[in-house]
T-cell receptor
Framework: AQSVTQLDSQVPVFEEAPVELRCNYSSSVSVYLFWYVQYPNQGLQLLLKYLSGSTLVESINGFEAEFNKSQTSFHLRKPSVHISDTAEYFCAVKVMFEGVGNMLTFGGGTRLMVKP | ETGVTQTPRHLVMGMTNKKSLKCEQHLGHNAMYWYKQSAKKPLELMFVYNFKEQTENNSVPSRFSPECPNSSHLFLHLHTLQPEDSALYLC?????????????FGSGTQLSVL
């Protein structure tokens, strides 16, 4: 079975500062990796994903994440955050070739709080 | 708007009540999911339906009963719940088998069991 650990439950940061949200996973097989974001009173939305290829993936709103196989990590970073980035961020994994269905294992989430 | 609609947005029920949560997706997807989001806990996958057939029941108590009458609709029937069942219940859908591993989530139903 696989598991996902998000080491920080809350990350307070000032606007325009850089931020890193940490995610580590454990799995005995190859996995796909995801970051989802949940804004207040909304469901989760896919932020970015790593399926294969380049280990650095980017989202359209300036976030990026790097897959590090040796460290089994998929940390999320942004060089300069905005107030609108305040949300809960979830890291998730899915076993490759698991078959039909998209059963993700989620981490506990990290609440990013951007202060003016 | 993600294309996945959940109703009601909020629900308060007593432990002896029977209620149902509804989820509808307008994306043409063939897989639908129920997740439970509790405070300070990871999201828990409850049920998975592929092509209207339940393919996953993640050790969920029988007081939760899913129903998937067609590929666009998913229900979660609730009866004799416990206070610890209070949580945000999220529905999601995806197009399984295409290699596009993206889940589309609804906004959830915030359930309070008194």
């Amino acid at each position: 079975a696989q598991s996902v650990t998000q080491l920080d439950s809350q990350v307070p940061v000032f606007e325009e500062a850089p931020v890193e949200l940490r995610c580590n996973y454990s799995s005995s097989v190859s996995v796909y990796l995801f970051w989802y974001v949940q804004y207040p009173n909304q469901g989760l939305q896919l932020l970015l994903k790593y399926l294969s290829g380049s280990t650095l993936v980017e989202s359209i709103n300036g976030f990026e994440a790097e897959f590090n196989k040796s460290q089994t990590s998929f940390h999320l970073r942004k060089p300069s955050v905005h107030i609108s980035d305040t949300a809960e961020y979830f890291c998730a994994v899915k076993v490759m070739f698991e078959g039909v269905g998209n059963m993700l294992t989620f981490g506990g989430g990290t609440r990013l709080m951007v202060k003016p | 708007e993600t294309g996945v609609t959940q109703t009601p947005r909020h629900l308060v029920m007593g432990m002896t009540n029977k209620k149902s949560l509804k989820c509808e997706q307008h994306l043409g997807h063939n897989a639908m999911y129920w997740y439970k989001q509790s405070a300070k806990k990871p999201l828990e996958l409850m049920f998975v339906y592929n092509f209207k057939e339940q393919t996953e029941n993640n050790s969920v108590p029988s007081r939760f009963s899913p129903e998937c009458p067609n590929s666009s609709h998913l229900f979660l029937h609730l009866h004799t719940l416990q206070p610890e069942d209070s949580a945000l219940y999220l529905c999601a859908s995806s197009q399984a088998g295409t290699g596009n591993e993206k889940l589309f989530f609804g906004s959830g139903t915030q359930l309070s069991v008194l």
